[in-house]
């Protein structure tokens, strides 16, 4: 394998070479280095704890690192080797990517706490069509296909906007509104700002994405870790690796033991033709007790 990772795993202990030792760790590959990181970005509204924790339970010997990226950055940090896998939000451009869609996310609507949105449960993206969008209409053409500017030809350029927060502010200001994941929302929440679900618009998603080539067995690791594999699931590597460093059973073992079960099978014969004699003395002692029934009745008669 191209890469290395330690087998040794929680539940999965490597058998050594003396009975009764304490398990070492199997290495997939000698020539790498023992000091490999595993370095994973995620973008605003990912949450990677839970992911992290269960890597740092069944990985100790690989570290892992989780970078926040803002989504301008999320595939950039993978071709530049800044990370080696990365949570994203689709869609992106997959081309020298390999990825895996996770989960999908309930988009929602951001305006001031005094907007009309706020009266309500959700909201059709239909209400929305008189609103200033504070994003490229692109990226949601349910609303660009209802927009009134759109359509009348005066919608304004969108004004300058270098972070989230930024655009946030506008929204505060009352410039426009933003369509953002739920997640997204609810991390920058602002005590001054609004957010309520929107129907008629498509789910965002959230995937793994990582740089495509060669196999590596620990972000195979990381990947069945996200997806929910047990760690003793065969089709984690780190299983694979102890399965194929436990000793194998010797042939010869086999035939002793089915020589064994002859032996057995031998001395079962045997007492089962002692039972079987015995069974025929006793038929022939009961033959016996019945020819002298048979003539101490012939002596009874003789007697009369």
Request: charged share 25%; glycine share 10%.
């Amino acid at each position: 394998m191209p890469s290395c990772l330690m087998a040794a795993v929680a539940g999965v202990p490597v058998p050594s070479a003396r009975a009764g030792s304490r398990p070492t760790p199997v290495r997939y590959c000698k020539h790498v280095p023992e000091s490999r990181v595993l370095t994973v970005s995620f973008v605003p509204g990912v949450t990677p704890g839970k992911w992290v924790r269960r890597w740092e339970e069944r990985m100790p010997q690989v570290p892992l690192v989780a970078v926040p990226v803002s989504e301008a950055e999320q595939v950039r940090v993978l071709h530049t080797g800044r990370a080696d896998m990365g949570f994203v939000r689709l869609p992106v451009d997959r081309e020298g990517l390999s990825l895996i869609p996770l989960y999908a996310e309930i988009p929602v609507v951001v305006a001031p706490k005094d907007h009309e949105v706020a009266v309500f449960d959700e909201v059709p993206v239909t209400e929305l069509a008189a609103e200033y969008l504070l994003q490229d209409p692109e990226l949601f053409p349910e609303w660009r296909d209802i927009s009134d500017e759109i359509h009348s030809g005066t919608r304004l350029p969108l004004p300058p906007i270098g972070s989230l927060d930024e655009a946030l502010d506008l929204v505060e200001a009352g410039t426009g509104i933003l369509i953002l994941p739920m997640s997204v929302a609810r991390q920058f929440s602002r005590k001054t700002l609004r957010y309520r679900p929107v129907t008629g618009i498509a789910p965002s998603q959230v995937g793994l994405a990582w740089p495509a080539g060669e196999p590596d067995p620990v972000l195979e690791e990381f990947i069945g870790v996200v997806r929910g594999r047990s760690a003793l699931s065969s089709r984690q590597p780190s299983v694979q690796a102890a399965q194929d460093a436990a000793p194998k059973k010797v042939r010869g073992d086999k035939a002793g033991t089915g020589g064994k079960s002859a032996v057995q099978r031998g001395a079962g014969g045997g007492k089962s033709g002692t039972r079987s004699s015995g069974a025929k003395s006793t038929g022939a002692k009961s033959g016996g007790a019945k020819s002298g029934n048979s003539r101490s009745g012939q002596g009874k008669r003789g007697r009369r």
